[in-house]
């Protein structure tokens, strides 16, 4: 019909590649095929110079005409354009590439796949180990047990700012038979180990030197799961401990001393929209106690 315009046939990858080597087959046997006459009418051109014409007559190589050794090197070549074409072509050409790349990217992707299922069987033993520290954090009732100034100070060279016998006393009878998670500074800083408590010790040092009893480890999640067979273990210090604590624990227990300090370790800011507070026992100061304190109870919301 006038005005429609003709479609043209639509040939795919595949068909046009299987085109494009059938062509290059076609060239390479009519090469060969001009190459054979080549190689006769040569043949018979260097036969005819050196018997009719008497070019090279006297010529010869190893009692033979020099001729013949020109036609079998000639000969040679020859055999070789056939070899070329027949052989090489088809056993190593690009159809025989392809079979072989084929079956180095299979042998490969089978090697990748059983890399995955191994990276997924490890990933899923390491995830099951995770989740199930992170139950037990959790469920672990972590308490953190601190005694704050009013601008947060909790310490100055690794001891305490102040001395309160009622705070001591609250601490002793709170902590005893439970067991104490701290960093290694502020387990250094006792004399020696605390009675009627298990210690729990977060270090970084590798081979830690600790006595008999206390028990080493290297990060809070680990301490927390070395705990786990206590109701209410407890987070003593220092500071960085107290910070990561935050995320996991469930009460704070805090005697907030009304004063403030000059310290080099702070108690993190208390975010009132996480934490409630369920307590409150205010206590003035005495010959006893240089500083007016309150005990303070809070619990995650």
Request: hydrophobic share 40%; net charge positive; charged share 25%.
């Amino acid at each position: 019909m006038f005005g429609k315009k003709s479609t043209k046939p639509q040939i795919d990858k595949d068909q046009l590649e299987l085109i494009e080597n059938a062509q290059k087959r076609i060239k390479q046997k009519k090469r060969l095929y001009v190459h054979f006459v080549i190689f006769l009418i040569g043949a018979i051109f260097l036969i005819v110079a050196n018997t009719v014409l008497g070019i090279g007559k006297d010529l010869t190589f190893f009692g033979k005409e020099w001729f013949l050794y020109a036609i079998l090197i000639w000969l040679f070549l020859f055999v070789y354009h056939v070899f070329n074409v027949f052989i090489t072509n088809k056993f190593m050409g690009k159809a025989w590439e392809q079979q072989q790349l084929e079956k180095l990217v299979a042998k490969q992707q089978n090697r990748i796949e059983k890399l995955k299922e191994g990276f997924l069987k490890e990933e899923t033993l390491i995830a099951k180990t995770e989740a199930f520290k992170e139950t037990n954090i959790k469920n672990s009732n972590l308490t953190i047990i601190v005694a704050a100034a009013e601008n947060n100070a909790i310490g100055k060279g690794n001891q305490l700012i102040w001395h309160l016998s009622d705070d001591l006393k609250r601490f002793k009878a709170l902590t005893s038979e439970h067991h104490i998670i701290m960093g290694r500074k502020t387990f250094e800083s006792f004399p020696k180990p605390l009675p009627n408590r298990t210690h729990v010790v977060i270090t970084r040092q590798t081979n830690y030197n600790a006595p008999s009893g206390v028990i080493v480890v290297n990060n809070l999640k680990d301490a927390i799961d070395a705990a786990k067979t206590d109701k209410q273990p407890f987070i003593i210090g220092g500071g960085e401990i107290y910070k990561q604590a935050l995320t996991f624990a469930s009460k704070i227990e805090l005697t907030r001393v009304h004063h403030n300090f000059e310290a080099d370790t702070f108690f993190p800011e208390i975010d009132e929209t996480i934490w409630k507070e369920t307590a409150n026992i205010f206590h003035t100061k005495d010959a006893d106690h240089d500083y007016e304190f309150s005990f303070i109870t809070y619990e995650r919301k």
